[in-house]
């Protein structure tokens, strides 16, 4: 979890210093100075160990040995404990703790109900650091059991199921294999089996794009069922195309030039976008893949030969449907002549912004201009002019009123030919005094990576707010709030990230709202109890407000929780309703998670 705040930076490191904790360091070193007022030591041991678990047979079956390699090259591992998690299971259980290698212990598998299992370890060094190994995931089975392979979170097209029967003997079985509508738990027949390997050939075009239950059940020679496996749930049928289109990069091209398409996908969300360039008479190539908004790149056309281009952008959901667009043609890259363009400074200026031009030409470059106008007028301004490379200068937005300003860049060559840039348009200044300044999660619960009781949201800005604008009403004190949290896919951003935001029974809460670019829900909504509760922190001179939201108990959905173990920085959005306290309304802009990057909750 992503659990930097920007309020409490200064105050962990304070703590830190006064209790004697070290922070984590590639460091290893002993060393100690001594004078007639102190003594400092510094610590042996900065950094924790490693630990790795040895994969076990499957079928585990009776006592199976497990086998954790762990190491310390400083202070040593003081203890190894092995611990396993049943599929689809909140808390770990220890099988035992060894102290002396080699790290090994009996997993008796008699007492646990037959099923898939996650094992993992987890060492502690001497010094008290503790690391935790991979997860190594097995099958226990010590009776009759059926098991099916999961096909992954989204297919398409023809799948091949597969089930596994377990402590079979000699008897014969056939395996059903069953689909239900995610939820409904009505099952009907995809096919049956008789012969191992048992699969089964799922013909996803025939069925509608939503998500799907499955499970297989083992049948007996008088066809009676004698075992059913676990359910793979919340399978997305995905056999709808994403669409594409290519934003016409323009002609003449030359320089470093951005090359953008849009693409959306209503089911599974976009994977990646590919941008493509063919040369008259030649093959497609790549430019460039991005997987996120915007999909788009920068790109050196000096690397392109001279000629005439069509370009394209291929499309892959996370299914692995494709579309490609249609090709933009008959464009012209030439870097024979003058170019220049300017890269967009964000959709959002405050205070003093650099704002930077790329210029080329082969007849020199005797001066680039950069220039600002209102949005949608003529009226352009000098901002600097600049006549070396790299072609940069200071804005200071403070000097101009708030609102909507178009940029460019004039390239004046060695010849006094002037060639001016496309348009950056509609960029925001926005100085206003109150504004969002940094948004943080942390995991206070049991289970890094999915929302739970304890975890907070920590929402800070620039400067004290007036709380009744907030919620009316409120004073700052923990409050009983409901943090709601929706599926990205609800809300048309795909698969790359859920919206969370703040409600009150009988009144608003006006926090705006947080992406938090992790995939936490397979479909819906959930909500979850929570207080919110206010200060004020004085941080170099400045007093600031300092909303933080904790969950009382974990998120209740009618569709399932995911865990997440990889994410992206989180973006705030605050609401426009928040004043301060001389009544000026807050910014809108956007708030990007400051910090290192882990993941939320």
């Not at 299992?117 to 060094?125: G, K, P």
């Not at 008897?171 to 089964?200: F, I, M, Q």
């Not at 594409?244 to 599974?268: E, Y």
């Amino acid at each position: 979890m992503r659990v930097l705040r920007l309020v409490l930076l200064l105050t962990a490191a304070l703590v830190a210093a006064v209790a004697g904790l070290p922070a984590f360091s590639t460091a290893a070193f002993t060393s100690t100075t001594t004078n007639a007022a102190s003594t400092v030591t510094a610590a042996a041991d900065w950094t924790p160990p490693t630990v790795s678990l040895r994969a076990p047979a499957v079928p585990s079956q009776a006592s199976v040995v497990l086998t954790a390699d762990a190491a310390d090259g400083e202070t040593g591992v003081a203890t190894v404990t092995i611990e396993h998690l049943a599929a689809n299971g909140s808390s770990w259980m220890p099988v035992c703790t060894a102290t002396a290698a080699p790290y090994s212990c009996t997993w008796d598998t008699t007492k646990l109900t037959d099923g898939t299992y996650d094992l993992r370890a987890r060492a502690t060094d001497r010094a008290g650091y503790a690391a935790t190994s991979h997860t190594v995931r097995t099958t226990v089975a010590n009776k009759l059991l059926v098991v099916l392979a999961e096909p992954g979170e989204t297919v398409r097209g023809a799948v091949t199921l597969t089930a596994t029967v377990y402590n079979a003997g000699t008897t014969s079985y056939a395996v059903r294999l069953e689909h239900s509508v995610a939820g409904s738990g009505t099952w009907k027949l995809l096919c049956t089996d008789s012969t191992a390997p048992y699969t089964c050939p799922w013909d996803t075009t025939r069925f509608t794009n939503e998500e799907f239950d499955l499970r297989a059940v083992a049948l007996s020679s008088s066809n009676n069922v004698v075992a059913t496996s676990a359910v793979v749930p919340n399978v997305l049928v995905d056999n709808e195309a994403p669409t594409v289109t290519m934003t016409d990069p323009g002609t003449p091209l030359s320089g470093t030039r951005t090359f953008q398409a849009v693409a959306t996908d209503a089911v599974s969300g976009i994977a990646t976008v590919t941008l493509q360039a063919q040369r008259a008479g030649g093959a497609w190539s790549d430019l460039c893949t991005v997987s996120a908004m915007p999909y788009s790149c920068r790109v050196d056309t000096t690397a392109l030969a001279d000629g005439t281009y069509a370009f394209r952008a291929v499309a892959t959901d996370a299914a692995g449907n494709v579309t490609t667009s249609a090709a933009v043609t008959s464009r012209s890259v030439d870097n024979t002549v003058s170019a220049v363009s300017l890269e967009d400074p964000g959709a959002f200026l405050t205070g003093k912004v650099t704002l930077k031009a790329a210029a080329s030409s082969t007849a020199g470059v005797r001066s680039v201009t950069i220039q600002r106008a209102p949005a949608g007028t003529a009226t352009w301004t000098d901002v600097c002019t600049t006549t070396t490379a790299p072609y940069t200068c200071g804005w200071d937005t403070t000097t101009v009123t708030n609102g909507l300003y178009d940029l460019r860049a004039l390239l004046v060559d060695g010849t006094g030919v002037t060639t001016t840039s496309a348009t950056v348009a509609g960029r925001q200044v926005d100085n206003l005094p109150l504004r969002g300044l940094d948004v943080q999660t942390a995991n206070g619960g049991p289970l890094a990576g999915r929302p739970d009781a304890g975890d907070t949201l920590t929402l800070t800005y620039s400067q004290q707010v007036n709380l009744n604008t907030v919620s009316p009403g409120w004073t700052g004190e923990p409050l009983a709030v409901t943090l709601r949290l929706r599926d990205g896919k609800l809300l048309g951003l795909g698969n790359t990230g859920d919206t969370l935001d703040v409600q009150r029974t009988g009144s608003v809460v006006n926090l705006g709202s947080v992406v938090l670019n992790g995939d936490y829900l397979q479909k819906n909504t959930a909500t979850a109890a929570a207080t919110m509760s206010a200060t004020a922190v004085t941080v170099n001179g400045a007093t600031r407000t300092v909303i933080t939201v904790t969950l009382t108990a974990a998120p209740s959905s009618n569709g399932q929780l995911r865990t997440v173990t990889t994410g992206s920085a989180m973006v705030w959005t605050p609401s426009a309703a928040v004043q301060s306290l001389a009544g000026v309304a807050s910014s809108t802009a956007p708030v990007t998670e400051s910090g290192a990057l882990d993941r939320e909750f």
